[in-house]
């Protein structure tokens, strides 16, 4: 009888552990981008009362005999499908058709990934995140005798070096005054555009059309693997595989100026979740409260 008290604790818990990831869900429901999770269940150990047996000429096989222990949380999974867009009209808010994560550094020495591209610019002029974190892009080198742009087309060129594997992408001005090594100035920028495959264009002193580099995207082998650090940030896993990062709309998704990606959680799914699990812990809770009035009459027999 005290097996049921510890079956139904484990299930008052796993269920409260579902709770929480339903009331974050809804909690993130107008949240760029987010990406919902789910709750698995999973049963533990069952003790065996008896083993099953073989048949034999006289008599038939017989099943084994095992009461179960309980339940536990076999994973907290991520729902990395697409959420729907929502237009903006502001140029510097990015959604991404398809996979690929922004790459972003957060000052910390090591890149982070996100897909909330409510972008803007510092008081530089450098295209960061709403926390002010550096996006990450590929400067554009362009020959100044033949105009010809090069170091971000799809097919010479990557993000990362082959050779030695480091990245060759870095934080990207897009407006203000552009100075060299030496901090003397050389140009300004200003009226710049990003197109679907993250080419940054802008026009200059001159009133030329200069392009600036290319945005990077990064995809992952298991992108639900992707461990969230807040901030609408993901970091790598042991099992989330490297982060490959390439040009936007070369291997990863394309951008789309002027929308942003909604959140992916559905309202209808989550509140019909919550009334399942409701009703399971208000089910365990019963279980604990029939036991112990089975107790009670246990000990009665002693008064009787």
Avoid: W
């Avoid at 809804?26 to 999973?42: D, E, G, L």
């Avoid at 038939?60 to 907290?76: D, F, M, R």
């Avoid at 170091?151 to 030695?164: F, K, L, Y």
């Avoid at 026009?203 to 082998?221: E, P």
């Amino acid at each position: 009888m005290m097996r049921s008290l510890f079956s139904a604790v484990s299930g008052l818990k796993s269920n409260q552990t579902a709770m929480d990831t339903i009331g974050n869900n809804i909690a993130n429901v107008n949240t760029t981008a987010y990406k919902s999770s789910r709750t698995v269940f999973q049963d533990i150990f069952s003790q065996t009362i008896s083993t099953a047996t073989t048949p034999t000429t006289t008599t038939g096989g017989k099943n084994a005999k095992q009461v179960g222990l309980g339940t536990s949380i076999a994973a907290i999974g991520l729902n990395m499908t697409e959420g729907s867009t929502q237009s903006t009209s502001n140029p510097l808010d990015f959604s991404i058709s398809g996979e690929g994560f922004f790459v972003v550094d957060d000052g910390s020495g090591s890149y982070v990934y996100t897909r909330n591209g409510a972008l803007t610019l510092d008081a530089d002029g450098y295209l960061v995140t709403a926390s002010g974190d550096y996006v990450m892009a590929v400067a554009a080198t362009t020959d100044a005798t033949t105009g010809t742009v090069t170091g971000i087309t799809n097919v010479t060129d990557t993000a990362v070096d082959s050779t030695t594997g480091l990245a060759k992408y870095s934080k990207v001005q897009l407006s203000g005054a552009i100075t060299d090594s030496t901090g003397a100035v050389t140009d300004h920028y200003a009226d710049y555009a990003v197109d679907s495959n993250g080419v940054i264009t802008a026009v200059n002193d001159a009133g030329s059309t200069v392009t600036i580099g290319r945005i990077v995207l990064a995809t992952f082998n298991n992108s639900a693997g992707l461990e969230k650090d807040g901030s609408s940030y993901y970091s790598v896993s042991p099992n989330s595989g490297s982060a490959n990062v390439n040009f936007a709309g070369y291997t990863c998704g394309t951008l789309n100026s002027g929308s942003l990606e909604m959140s992916n959680v559905d309202l209808s799914t989550e509140l019909t979740n919550m009334i399942i699990t409701e009703r399971g812990f208000q089910a365990n809770s019963r279980v604990i409260t029939t036991t112990d009035t089975m107790l009670e009459e246990l000990i009665n027999l002693k008064r009787s």
